[in-house]
């Protein structure tokens, strides 16, 4: 399916070398934010507790912030939770008070200004089950990295399937960068958007590849860098639609799911726009650094030479 057909091929080899050294310079930020800054883990990774009450009417939360402030509570997250009624308090774990006297301690703040307040559940998380989860999070994110490598080593030629693991892996550090940087929470639901965009990063790699591939028999005179061109520009509109319906999706979610899903839509948007980027600006000019040639995908037939007799 087409939206619109581009006539002429698109010279974004010509201007490889600029934009893998922006890349370069983008990913080495990233990495700097991260080794300097470090990741915001929430309550999920650091331990802490979680509590969820329902209001008879619509709960404000500044006046819960502020309540929680008054209880020496000034680091509790509060967020609506599935409806306006329902509230999501997320409290870092506190040294020397035992979670079954912190929501007491919660619940008694918010009766004194709303008798109506229930409490529907409460969860604590300690710090091993923490250091668990992040433990678990990082093997979660080496396997699937793993994964991908495995399935690009077997689908495409070597070069193909080092150019695409780069790209991905820079698509990863990004994300991680931004949140580093701005120290956004890093969550569970953060963590799966990661490796959601991890799938979605290599999907993009294999349709630009599968091209580049198809190209290579079939334009049998042309250079590398037209052959990468032509295929580029022949699934601009597929990726302008596969992307486009996307992220208006993660749009809705990031502007109108409200605080639970904001930073899990927000890592799948840079997810989805740096996807773009590395597929087409990173992944190929590394793919034509490495020497891709025809020769890689048609081996020249051996001639038996005839021998001659005495």
């Known amino acids: 399916m087409e939206l619109f057909k581009i006539k002429r091929d698109i010279p974004f080899m010509s201007y490889g070398r600029y934009t893998t050294a922006i890349s370069l310079v983008t990913f080495l930020f990233a990495v700097l934010f991260l080794v300097t800054r470090g990741l915001n883990f929430g309550v999920d990774f650091t331990g802490g507790t979680v509590m969820e009450v329902h209001y008879a009417q619509p709960a404000d939360l500044v006046k819960v912030r502020e309540q929680l402030a008054g209880v020496k509570l000034p680091d509790a997250l509060v967020q609506n939770f599935g409806s306006s009624h329902d509230v999501l308090i997320q409290i870092p774990l506190k040294q020397n008070v035992a979670g079954a006297k912190l929501s007491e301690q919660v619940m008694g703040a918010l009766h004194s200004q709303d008798a109506s ?135 809705a979610m990031l502007f109108l799911g409200g605080e639970t899903l904001h930073y899990f839509a927000m890592a799948l948007t840079i997810g989805i726009l740096f996807s773009i980027y590395s597929s087409v600006l990173v992944a190929s000019p590394i793919l034509m650094w490495l020497g891709v040639s025809r020769e890689d995908f048609i081996k020249p037939e051996k001639v038996e030479s005839e021998e001659v007799l005495p």
């Open 117 to 251: 307040v229930e409490m529907r559940r409460v969860e604590f998380v300690g710090p091993q089950v923490g250091r668990d989860l992040i433990e678990n999070g990082a093997m979660a994110l080496l396997l699937v990295s793993l994964g991908i490598v495995g399935y690009l080593w077997v689908r495409f030629e070597w070069k193909f399937g080092l150019s695409a693991i780069i790209a991905n892996l820079h698509d990863v550090v990004i994300i991680l960068g931004f949140f580093a940087f701005f120290q956004w929470e890093f969550s569970l639901s953060v963590l799966a958007a990661v490796l959601a965009v991890l799938g979605y990063s290599v999907n993009e790699s294999v349709v630009v590849f599968d091209r580049i591939r198809e190209n290579f028999r079939k334009m049998r005179r042309a250079e590398v860098t037209e052959i990468i061109d032509n295929a580029i520009t022949r699934t601009m509109s597929r990726t302008i639609i596969t992307h486009g319906c996307t992220q208006m999706m993660v749009g």
